[in-house]
């Protein structure tokens, strides 16, 4: 008779691990594998769709010309190029220590406190001259976005090469802003 019970307990393990060893899969299987087949399956209709978009835009671009609509384009009204053709005359100023007594007085500033000016040596390339300073200035983001604006504006080979924008410590509306800016300068013809 123990024999029999002996059977019955063996039979009763070998049902409960194969229980336990089938939960632990069903539980493998929806924790790990299933969130990850719905991603892949997620991704594979995205890039599907990606596709389909793109094929419809090269549809769309090999059946209407382009080219008329840039050729129909106005060419830039930039100063900086009027200055290069010699359409208009640049400003009388000569050296970049002019230009910045012109940039920082108040009249042009108009709100804004220059904080510092940094010179870099002048650079002699071939047929100009490359003058570079870096201007740190306080004031409100509307007037040292008007500033740049009037810089850009102005008929001189300035070119705004970097800025950069911080918050001040003392908080509320007002940035530092530095720009950097190069001055260039024709030779035989300033």
Do not use: C
Not at 26 to 46: D, I, N, V
Not at 113 to 137: F, M, N, R
């Amino acid at each position: 008779m123990s024999y029999h019970w002996q059977k019955m307990a063996d039979t009763r393990r070998q049902v409960a691990s194969l229980v336990i060893l089938i939960l632990l899969s069903t539980l493998f299987f929806r924790l790990f594998y299933l969130p990850r087949q719905q991603g892949l399956r997620l991704e594979k209709s995205r890039l599907q769709g990606l596709r389909l978009e793109r094929d419809s835009l090269k549809k769309v671009y090999s059946q209407t010309n382009v080219a008329p609509l840039v050729a129909k384009k106005p060419p830039p009204d930039d100063i900086k190029l009027k200055v290069l053709n010699e359409e208009i005359q640049p400003l009388s100023i000569s050296s970049m220590p002019d230009f910045l007594k012109e940039l920082t007085s108040p009249r042009f500033l108009r709100g804004l406190e220059v904080v510092s000016i940094h010179d870099k040596p002048a650079l002699q390339e071939e047929g100009y001259d490359l003058a570079t300073s870096v201007v740190a200035l306080q004031g409100s983001f509307f007037t040292i976005s008007s500033l740049v604006d009037r810089i850009e504006k102005i008929p001189l080979l300035v070119k705004i090469r970097d800025l950069s924008l911080k918050t001040t410590e003392k908080g509320g509306s007002d940035v530092v802003a530095e720009l950097t800016l190069e001055f260039y300068q024709w030779r035989g013809h300033l």
